[in-house]
């Protein structure tokens, strides 16, 4: 079985059927990424504080470490 999506009147993609072994695999995958360090959680809370609105978005793990390491 393929990822089926269910779609909106307007054809946007609003939900997602997956085989369970891949839901199964992507709640360990989750699981794994919110066992995060210490000094992970420090640079996630400098880079909130830099931001000039006060908005928090959605930021990789990949772009806060380039950013933070490669200073």
Known sequence: MTTQ???NDK???T???VPINEYENLLHQHH???EV???YKLMIDKMLE???NGEALYIS????KN???NK
């Open 5 to 7: 999506f269910i779609v």
């Open 67 to 69: 950013r933070f390491m």
């Open 15 to 17: 939900a997602a059927i």
């Open 61 to 64: 793990a990949e772009s806060i």
């Open 50 to 52: 830099e931001e000039a």
């Open 11 to 13: 054809g946007e993609k």
């Open 37 to 39: 360090s210490d000094e």
């Open 32 to 34: 794994i990424n919110l």
